[in-house]
């Protein structure tokens, strides 16, 4: 599905983003988001005139800490900004928060200081503070390398280009530091030369992001009341991370974080100068396939039109990640959802030839968690268009061709075809003697219903969305609050209630079970995520996921 490649969106760029960021985030969700909202923000990176064009990822932070601060959650924030200054002598209240602005930005500025290939490549990274008193982030500079003296460190002071630029000479247990105060910013870094190179892209401005024409074009996709963006190089990003980016359709992407009355939207998008696939078609509100997925549902995925997947931007996107990551070009849908992958192997049917090329109209696919086993339930809406009863018709022939019986009954007055599969059970009897009874076991189920057709994993289920009336997914208020962040048109959406689900896609996106770790605190708030993509624009590929969280 469409949806499904965004969550390529996750691993190129937001959960970069999230890694790194979200772990100053998590204690705010205590506070009403409203009292965020509108304000109190940087309404960019300003740090990014010291940042090079070619530089790999700028992480930036684009609100005060302490305006996140909640008052039962101070614990929390205490122990962060404890941990951050940990052996320095630094006390953030009385020496930070007196001049720290609205922006922490924190960039991988190159792949290899040196470029010497006979050491270890050592990146360079560089952060930047930005103060709304210089004369006191500045003293704060003295201050912190005074304390690093007093540490027992040595420090050599140099003047370039105008600015005071104080480093170790050495590197210790804590690791080289350099430091300097630039204007409304205090910078620091792991190398003289990176805080050298920082000054020169200011005074030459062709060498800094700012002027670069895909960050340009990357801001203005930047909501103005964002938290926290990430600009991703993505070719620099490959080779940093030794991946190899052979299809390189995207070039560039920013992911930004942006508080919403119900949670939080990460909103992504990516940049290219080349030619791309233009976007699927565009929908106004949620497909009325979805009212045949019952609430119960714990992912869902929706849309229009799977016949044309391969011609997608998605298609591209998600052709670039996947080779990145494993050299391979894996099939979009080949991991769409696993129940249906499964259905696929034991039929011997082909998803893209068998089912997929003729979903031209609405589709609803659905998991519903089963407490007594480990694979959920499934349900997959289509809507009916020319070719579909002739196609469902080449499904039975399949599964009559897999030895499977084809047989129809009433349910609740719905005539209901089912694909059964008989074996034969042997009992002992109390004579001591055998019978053989046979057994017939359901493979998968489909009905007609208004001007949809339905499939589902069992009996059970299709009469779960017989009955569904005012109890489908698409009435559901946690799924209502959560499509109203997303932005309208778009082309449909993945929806997954995180108590109920999270595990099943763990098993199918292994990374996702770091994710959790590393997030835990934020992810404990989440109620339901959902992901969309939308925009018009063949230069662009444009997507969000909206967390809705829980506030108690």
């Known amino acids: 599905m469409r949806q499904n490649s965004l ?54 932070m684009l609100v005060n800490p302490d305006k996140l601060q909640a008052s039962n959650s101070d614990r929390e924030l205490s122990k962060l900004k404890t941990s951050l200054l940990a052996n320095t002598g630094i006390d953030y209240k009385q020496d930070v928060q007196p001049w720290l602005g609205n922006e922490i930005t924190l960039a ?38 005074s304390k690093r003296v007093l540490a027992g460190e040595n420090l050599v002071v140099e003047q370039y280009k105008g600015v005071k630029l104080i480093s170790d000479t050495s590197p210790s247990e804590k690791g080289l530091l350099v430091g300097a105060s630039v204007g409304d910013f205090v910078l620091f870094a792991n190398d003289p030369k990176v805080l050298r190179d920082a000054i020169n892209n200011v005074q030459a401005p062709d060498l800094n992001l700012t002027n670069s024409a895909q960050y340009q074009k990357a801001l203005k996709q930047l909501p103005k009341n964002a938290l926290a963006a990430t600009f991703l190089n993505l070719p620099a990003v490959a080779e940093w991370q030794n991946l190899k980016l052979s299809e390189a359709t995207y070039d560039s992407q920013i992911v930004s974080l942006a508080l919403n009355p119900k949670g939080l939207l990460a909103e992504t998008s990516l940049l290219t100068s080349s030619a791309t696939s233009p976007p699927s078609s565009q929908l106004s509100q949620p497909v009325g396939a979805l009212n045949y997925i019952p609430e119960t549902a714990g992912l869902a995925i929706s849309g229009v039109d799977l016949s044309n997947l391969d011609n997608s931007d998605l298609a591209q996107l998600w052709k670039q990640v996947t080779t990145a990551i494993s050299g391979s070009q894996k099939d979009l849908r080949s991991g769409l959802v696993q129940p249906l992958a499964d259905v696929q192997k034991a039929w011997g049917i082909d998803l893209r030839n068998d089912i997929f090329s003729w979903v031209k109209g609405e589709y609803a696919i659905a998991l519903l968690p089963h407490q007594e086993q480990i694979n959920p339930d499934w349900v997959f809406v289509v809507e009916k268009s020319e070719g579909v009863p002739e196609a469902i018709s080449r499904l039975d022939a399949i599964a009559s061709s897999q030895g499977l019986n084809v047989s129809s009954l009433t349910l609740d007055n719905q005539k209901v075809f089912a694909w059964t599969k008989l074996t034969t059970v042997t009992n002992n009897t109390d004579s001591g003697s055998e019978s053989i009874n046979l057994k017939a076991k359901v493979q998968g189920v489909h009905t007609n219903l208004g001007n949809y057709e339905i499939f589902a994993s069992s009996i059970d289920v299709i009469n779960q969305v017989l009955k569904v009336k005012d109890n489908s997914l698409v009435k559901n208020r946690n799924f209502q609050d959560s499509i109203a962040a997303i932005p309208q048109p778009n082309q449909g959406y993945l929806y997954l209630d995180w108590a109920k689900s999270h595990e099943i896609v763990e098993r199918q996106i292994p990374i996702l079970k770091l994710v959790e770790v590393v997030a835990k605190p934020f992810l404990d708030k989440v109620r339901s995520l959902i992901v969309s993509s939308y925009g018009s624009d063949t230069g662009l590929l444009k997507g969000g996921v909206f967390f809705e969280l829980n506030h108690s």
């Open 7 to 60: 969550f390529g969106f996750l691993a190129a760029g937001a959960i970069a983003l999230l890694l790194i960021v979200i772990a100053g985030f998590y204690w705010f969700f205590g506070k009403s988001p409203v009292n965020l909202i509108g304000g109190g923000t940087a309404s960019e990176p300003g740090a990014a005139i010291f940042v090079s064009k070619s530089a790999p990822v700028m992480v930036s």
């Open 108 to 145: 991988v500025t190159s792949l290899d200081i040196d470029r010497d290939p006979a050491n270890k490549r050592q990146p360079g990274y560089l952060m930047a503070l930005a103060s709304h008193k210089p004369e006191t982030s500045r003293e704060f500079v003295e201050l912190l390398f």
